[in-house]
């Protein structure tokens, strides 16, 4: 998140400028601007510079300190600080021209229910959003705020995933959250990163021979990865017959006690086609490719659980 003295900050950076002239500029103490800089610094959203004895702060070129230019020279008559700071950029993140009702928003936003619904009303306040058919829509002339929000939060999930392994790829990112692909592997569960996918399914039973890349999920909130999680997480991954067929076998071994409705949720979040993959396992068609023969998912289950738990 942006804190609203952050975002005053970057407001004061229309061109270079000393710590102390940031200082002077915002009545606040050198000692206290100069650890707001250096969290910009770290989110990547300023530079700075040593000259001499003084310190040379101005806006970075990452693509959201351009955006934020943008926004200041379009919409620098609305109050930003406000509007940008806090959980405010975490709905913006999400929301689009299309509206989403406020079970999906709070998905994917991690927003509570009570939050999101203040966020809403703040933002409804300055004019950025609609609402229509019980949903809530961002208004198109302020997309750029959108465009800001999503770069900011794709900077800092890049940024942590960077620190975490040199050489990860993101696969999936979201608001404080994100999938990332790396050749190292660290563990299973190292501060707030998780090995998850495939790899995971050994966890509940099913121990598969991994492809050589490791997949991390990270969140500040998850403790433990769920079945569920782990589930929806290979699939996003890599949805393909392999992948499918490992997860129907744990879909039918821990069948009972999987919680649809947060695995419907999580399908929601990432874009996973989860009710196409409980169908198949009611009997429903589906197209064949990339599902296996049900034939094949028997004959997994019984490997790894036996004959006599086969409940397909």
């Not at 993140?93 to 999906?104: G, I, N, Y």
């Not at 936003?109 to 203040?118: A, D, E, I, Q």
């Amino acid at each position: 998140m942006l804190s609203k003295i952050e975002v005053r900050i970057l407001l004061k950076l229309k061109g270079e400028k000393t710590i102390t002239e940031l200082a002077n500029a915002l009545s606040l103490s050198i000692y206290r601007t100069s650890i707001l800089v250096a969290s910009l610094e770290r989110k990547g959203l300023v530079r700075t510079e040593k000259r001499g004895k003084y310190k040379i702060v101005s806006l970075s070129e990452a693509k959201p300190a351009e955006l934020f230019r943008k926004l200041t020279s379009r919409f620098g008559h609305m109050p930003l600080d406000e509007i940008l700071s806090g959980r405010n950029l975490a709905l913006l993140a999400v929301l689009k021209r299309t509206p989403l009702s406020a079970h999906e928003l709070c998905i994917k936003s991690n927003l509570s229910r009570s939050t999101l619904y203040y966020v809403i009303d703040k933002l409804s306040d300055y004019g950025l959003i609609g609402k229509k058919d019980g949903g809530y829509f961002l208004m198109e002339r302020y997309e750029l705020f959108h465009g800001f929000a999503v770069e900011f939060y794709e900077l800092q999930n890049s940024i942590k995933a960077r620190k975490f392994s040199e050489d990860s790829a993101l696969i999936w990112g979201g608001v404080g959250e994100f999938i990332l692909s790396t050749g190292e592997y660290k563990g299973r569960d190292v501060g707030s990163f998780h090995l998850t996918g495939l790899e995971r399914f050994s966890d509940f039973g099913v121990d598969i021979i991994g492809t050589g890349r490791h997949h991390y999920y990270y969140s500040e909130k998850a403790k433990r990865l769920s079945l569920e999680e782990v589930i929806v997480h290979a699939l996003l991954i890599d949805f393909s017959p392999r992948t499918i067929l490992y997860s129907l076998v744990l879909l039918l071994a821990y069948k009972g006690r999987i919680n649809q409705k947060k695995l419907f949720n999580l399908g929601r979040k990432y874009g996973v086609s989860v009710s196409e993959l409980l169908g198949y396992l009611e009997g429903k068609e589906v197209k064949r490719y990339p599902y296996p023969p049900m034939d094949e998912v028997r004959e997994i289950f019984k490997m790894y659980f036996g004959e006599g738990k086969w409940a397909g």
